[in-house]
T-cell receptor, first 115, second 110 residues
Framework: DTGVSQDPRHKITKRGQNVTFRCDPI?????LYWYRQTLGQGPEFLTY????????KSRLLSDRFSAERPKGSFSTLEIQRTEQGDSAMYLC?????????????FGEGSRLTVL | KNQVEQSPQSLIILEGKNCTLQ??????????LRWYKQDTGRGPVSLTI?????NTKSNGRYTATLDADTKQSSLHITASQLSDSASYIC?????????FGTGTKLQVIP
């Protein structure tokens, strides 16, 4: 297993377009998280899945954002009608249930630029 | 409100020198504290974890300390290398919540 992978690594889009990011977590990890990170800031929590259940959503996750994890494996994060303020790095992380004191294993991120 | 504050915001040091990064938190209840290293354009990677009963933990040239009474942690980097240039993020886990600091951006110059 090579860790958490995210695709695409970079996405440039025009305002108003929809974008979708994919995250493949470490295979035995039940928990999957999405974070957003802007320049010079720490990651901000967006949402969290345990297996296929979306257990928590941040207020940052407006109705233009939707995340799924249909089979409890990979996850997608879709942003509809993108705005320039959506430009950020979108980080996915996974962790095993109960073990490792909750260490988050991050992917390399998907950088979104909205023109 | 759970908060994690880091200082300094940024730091430039000469290669071979030591430095110390600070993290103050108000997260309660406290479960553990991690320091992550984030290279530019990459995802964060865990360096160390500190639980309530631990005061000091080392990982190579990185040494983390924790004072659970004052709710302070530090990350000391010894004999810095150019590859240490990165952001260092303090992350505190409470009962079920994880709170991230904004990070310290370290630049090591030759």
């Amino acid at each position: 297993d090579t860790g958490v992978s995210q695709d695409p690594r970079h996405k440039i889009t025009k305002r108003g377009q929809n974008v979708t990011f994919r995250c493949d977590p470490i295979s035995e990890h039940n928990r999957l998280y999405w974070y957003r990170q802007t320049l010079g800031q720490g990651p901000e929590f967006l949402t969290y899945f345990q297996n296929e259940a979306q257990l928590e959503k941040s207020r940052l996750l407006s109705d233009r954002f939707s995340a799924e994890r249909p089979k409890g494996s990979f996850s997608t994060l879709e942003i509809q009608r993108t705005e320039q303020g959506d430009s950020a790095m979108y980080l996915c992380a996974s962790s095993p249930t109960g073990g490792g004191h909750g260490e988050l294993f991050f992917g390399e991120g998907s950088r979104l630029t909205v023109l | 409100k759970n908060q994690v504050e880091q200082s300094p915001q940024s730091l430039i040091i000469l290669e071979g020198k030591n430095c110390t990064l600070q993290c103050n938190y108000t997260v309660s209840p406290f479960s553990n504290l991690r320091w992550y290293k984030q290279d530019t354009g990459r995802g964060p990677v865990s360096l160390t974890i500190m639980t309530f009963s631990e005061n000091t933990k080392s990982n190579g040239r990185y040494t983390a300390t924790l004072d659970a009474d004052t709710k302070q942690s530090s990350l000391h980097i010894t004999a810095s290398q150019l590859s240490d240039s990165a952001s260092y993020i303090c992350v505190v886990r409470g009962y079920q919540k994880v709170t991230f600091g904004t990070g310290t951006k370290l630049q090591v110059i030759p």
